[in-house]
């Protein structure tokens, strides 16, 4: 029986020994091993010398040496029924001297690594205990606390949780609110909440109860390179972490995968899926405290492994999401030259990894989408923990690789967060191409949730220091960011002589079709928006020419939004359908739900034109369904639209 500290190991092998007892009528013999405690782990002879003395042998007639002893506990166990509890093992050596060898005798070891041994050598049945469920913790709370299931506070559902569900954990909670007034409970809880080390709060006078003690007791024993990675792991910013990050975290590859096993096997981390490690809360502070006695030069050595690892593989996967850029861009330190193409993304293509292993990375756009579901929370905290150890470049790169995924994905709260952190770090820093770049893509962010005052004052700014520093990219991409604020303000005009202002700065520019293409496509949507419908599909092929020939599905998706826009004013729905639905498809692809949401949409206009009001019903209803999961505010305009094709009596029917 094996789990981490404080998971109730021993309780529960008592108990269930208690509740079988009539079925060993010869006896139940119990030892404390002692592997994991105060003082030395008890040698086998020794817990031999006293199985053998309660089972009636004289002092005298116990053998010297531990072989000795071991048979002659086998033979006066044979033939009986004796239930053997050996608590609190180190090793499968320790408990293996005093397992009963007859048929009719059971033990029951428990311990908090994994007896793999045991298993392999013994025949024994490995059962790994968990943390208790929500329900169990809380309901062992409120009997502690003598309350009736009606009496149930909410309280007791965060106190469960700060107390990561072990029972020891919650026991002592319980306890110590049990003994005061009610309003201690509510006191308890705001301190496990606010107090940095809840170990402090959930302490105790009592070595065996005192959660810090008891998690020190396993990582003791731990090998060099395991208690290594359990300390750095405290700089790990959670809430799990893959075997690269690992890694990366110690700087030898080669021995990461034998420090796992050795944190696995005490339970000090946990495989909660295939090449993923996580830990609770408590375990995790307890790491942290670790972490804040090393030395500053091996705390920021490691954070900066931990960096370099996240942000090429953070790169790479961007990189798949678009493989259309095939260019690279310097790395933006603060050292390289002033003239850097700052709108580029720094997509490492050359297959060098930094020093941690290789990168996971996915090099597929699926797989890509979800190395970035998976790793998110964890890249969202590195910006924080980027940010404090002064890691300033690592933020804003970190934060630019971010920015595509959460678009795409209609998180449009965290790009604007994660935009910001990079802006804060490139002004720390006094990078002036890094803070013109952040004040842009964190303009284009403010626009998507509606904030066009915003958005315009910093792409001013950015507009300055871009031209001040001559950088022609960077200017190009500020006026196309201009020209889809002022789209989304209705000022087309506006917008329209900002794309061409991006243009005259992209011409000559043969080395880099995307930029043209990006420019003549602003300038088709704006023209499209100003029913100049025939301009703006003579401009959008162009786009659409170029954006295939580079294999730009976002921007082949786009376009083919507004040509089938123009295409539709102009009568030829038919048409207006084929596009949309390429651009449609595309989006789909892409894991463009917004987007896709809003083809759906002109896809039912088109088809309630053709006549067709079933199939334009079908297709608004998608729209909303993948509106309505995005939690977007334009979901309500889309419903409006719906309600109003049902009462004119257009959906459903010609």
Same mark, same amino acid.
């Given at each position: ?15 269930? !020994? ?10 139940? #013999? ?20 006293? &199985? ?8 005298? !007639? ?15 166990? @044979? ?6 509890? #050996? ?6 050596? +320790? ?19 994994? %007896? ?10 490995? %059962? ?140 000090? &981390? ?59 861009? *310097?790395? &933006? ?29 996915? =090099? ?7 190395? $970035? ?11 924080? =923990? ?14 630019? @690789?971010?920015?595509? $995924? ?11 967060? =994660? ?9 720390? !820093? ?15 962010? #403010?626009?998507? %949730? ?71 496509? +602003? ?65 789909? +692809? ?59 009596? =257009? !959906?459903?029917? *010609?």
């Amino acid at each position: 029986m094996t789990g981490t500290a404080g998971v109730g190991k021993t309780t529960l092998a008592v108990h269930w !020994a208690h509740r079988i007892a009539d079925r060993f009528p010869d006896g139940q #013999l119990y030892a404390n091993l002692n592997g994991f405690g105060a003082g030395a782990p008890r040698d086998p002879a020794a817990a031999l010398h006293a &199985v053998l003395l309660a089972l009636g042998v004289g002092p005298n !007639a116990i053998p010297e040496d531990l072989e000795s002893r071991a048979a002659l506990l086998r033979t006066l166990l @044979t033939g009986r029924r004796v239930l053997v509890v #050996l608590d609190n093992a180190r090793s499968a050596e +320790q408990a293996r001297p005093l397992l009963p060898g007859s048929a009719g005798c059971l033990a029951v070891v428990t311990s908090r690594i994994r %007896l793999e041994g045991l298993v392999v050598r013994d025949g024994a049945s490995l %059962l790994t205990l968990e943390e208790l469920p929500h329900d169990a913790a809380v309901a062992l709370l409120a009997r502690r606390l003598g309350m009736l299931p009606s009496q149930h506070r909410p309280e007791l559902d965060e106190l469960a949780r700060q107390c990561a569900h072990l029972p020891l954990t919650l026991s002592v909670a319980g306890a110590r609110a049990a003994a005061r007034s009610p309003d201690v409970l509510g006191k308890l809880v705001a301190d496990l909440r606010h107090q940095r080390s809840r170990l402090d709060v959930l302490g105790s006078d009592d070595a065996d109860l005192d959660l810090r003690t008891v998690l020190r007791w396993s990582y003791e024993p731990l090998s060099a390179p395991a208690a290594r990675l359990f300390r750095l792991l405290g700089l790990h910013p959670g809430p799990d972490i893959d075997r690269g990050a690992c890694a990366a975290l110690l700087g030898e590859p080669d021995t990461a995968d034998q420090a796992l096993r050795g944190l696995v096997a005490a339970h000090l &981390v946990t495989e909660h899926r295939p090449g993923r490690y996580t830990s609770h809360d408590l375990l995790r502070g307890f790491a942290q405290e670790l972490a804040a006695r090393l030395d500053a030069a091996q705390s920021t050595a490691a954070v900066a492994r931990l960096l370099e690892y996240y942000l090429d593989a953070a790169q790479r996967a961007n990189g798949a999401l678009q493989p259309w850029v095939t260019y690279l861009a *310097p790395a &933006v330190t603060g050292a390289e030259p002033e003239a850097w193409p700052a709108s580029v993304l720094p997509v490492p293509l050359s297959g060098a990894t930094p020093t941690g292993g290789p990168s996971n990375a996915p =090099t597929s756009y699926d797989t890509a989408i979800a190395w $970035f579901e998976n790793e998110l929370p964890v890249l969202l905290a590195l910006l924080e =923990t980027a940010a404090g150890h002064g890691f300033e470049s690592h933020v804003w790169r970190l934060a630019w @690789t971010l920015m595509l $995924f959460l678009r795409r994905t209609g998180r449009r709260a965290e790009r604007a967060g =994660t935009q910001q952190l990079a802006l804060d770090a490139a002004e720390r !820093a006094g990078h002036r191409h890094a803070r013109a770049a952040s004040r842009r893509k964190r303009a284009d962010a #403010l626009a998507g %949730l509606g904030r066009t005052g915003d958005a315009e004052s910093l792409l001013a700014l950015a507009l300055t220091e871009f031209e001040a520093l001559s950088d022609r990219d960077g200017a190009r991409h500020v006026h196309l960011s201009y020209a889809r604020l002022y789209e989304a303000t209705g000022r087309h005009n506006d917008a329209l002589e900002h794309a061409r202002q991006a243009l005259t700065l992209s011409a000559g520019d043969t080395a880099n079709p995307l930029a043209v293409a990006d420019c003549q496509t +602003q300038i088709s949507v704006q023209l499209c928006h100003l029913a100049r419908h025939d301009e703006a599909l003579s401009h959008g092929r162009r786009a659409l020419d170029l954006y295939s020939r580079i294999g730009h599905q976002d921007g082949q998706a786009n376009i083919l939004r507004y040509l089938g826009r123009a295409e539709g004013n102009l009568g030829r729905h038919d048409t207006a359908i084929g596009h949309y639905e390429r651009s449609r498809q595309l989006d789909h +692809q892409l894991g463009d739900r917004f987007w896709e949401a809003q083809v759906m949409d002109h896809l039912a206009d088109e088809y309630l034109a053709c006549g067709d009001g079933e199939a334009a019903e079908r297709w608004r209803n998608a729209a909303l369904v993948l509106l309505e999961s995005l939690a977007h505010p334009g979901t309500e305009a889309i419903r409006a639209k719906a309600h109003r094709a049902r009462a004119d009596g =257009t !959906a459903g029917c *010609p």
